[in-house]
């Protein structure tokens, strides 16, 4: 029979704004206190359901190949599942010697994976969805900056594999915004137009509507700007 307090951390869930919830664990490569090892970076904590199983296998294999484009733009990769240590070495090695996806083959997956049999780390981050698994983590993406602020959060069922190039857009989306001091609309990209604050007063809504400068006003609420994709690159990526 579950406690309360058991019950309440499955459903505990890190919101944004949140502090990454702390932990110690032992991974794949070595052990690690988070989020203090990783100050000054950003990190992608992930949660896959279970080491042997394809969709999961698809994944890794997708996310080690994007690996280096992650890291260039100073942010670390960390997975999670609720298997053991052993299991993990044994999967990362079949991946290595076995598993070709997409073309990609002979994969060696470097990030570290946590493991999670205990399920604290899982419980801690809400990715345990008893009504999805009670045994198994969902697919969990967080963002977390380079202060230990989670900035974004991504669910998704074990039946549905993820998109690493959304992860990988969302990171330079949210990188940019911060830099630049903008937001990014729809399906952004570098070099796109970025989005300027919403004017503050009436004032400057007439301004932005009747002053030809580098505003394109589609109304006094929405204005967009350029922004140089070289601009953004040379900011946010690592020579
Ligand atoms: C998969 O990754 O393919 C998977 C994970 C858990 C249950 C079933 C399939």
New binding site residues.
């Given amino acids: 029979m579950e406690t309360i307090q058991e019950k309440e951390q499955i459903s505990a869930m890190p919101r944004i704004g949140d502090k990454a919830p702390n932990f110690k664990a032992t991974t794949t490569q070595g052990d690690i206190n988070f989020p203090e090892d990783y100050a000054g970076k950003w990190v992608i904590l992930f949660s ?3 080491d042997f ?5 698809s ?1 890794f294999i997708t996310f080690a190949n994007l690996e280096s484009k992650f890291n260039e733009a100073n942010c670390l990769l960390l997975g999670l599942s609720i298997d053991g240590l052993y299991s993990h070495i044994a999967w990362l090695r079949t991946i290595k010697d076995k598993i070709e996806f997409n073309g990609i083959k002979n994969m060696e997956v470097k990030f570290p994976l946590i493991e999670d049999i205990s399920m604290t780390i899982a419980k801690k981050y809400g990715m345990v969805q008893p009504n999805e ?1 009670k045994t ?1 983590a969902v697919r969990a993406v967080f963002f977390i900056d380079p202060n230990g602020i989670v900035r974004a959060l991504i669910y998704y069922p ?2 549905l594999g993820r998109n690493f190039d959304e992860i990988y857009r969302a990171l330079i989306a949210m990188q940019t915004a911060d830099a630049f001091n903008i937001a990014t609309p729809a399906d952004w990209q570098p070099g796109d137009d970025v989005i300027i604050s919403p004017a503050g007063s009436c004032g400057v809504a007439e301004q932005r509507m009747t002053s030809s400068d580098e505003l394109d006003c589609k109304d006094w609420f929405f204005c967009t700007k350029k922004l140089d994709k070289q601009e953004v690159l040379s900011t946010i990526l690592k020579k």
């Fill in positions: 896959h359901p279970a199983t394809p969709v999961c296998t994944e698994s198994q074990i039946s």
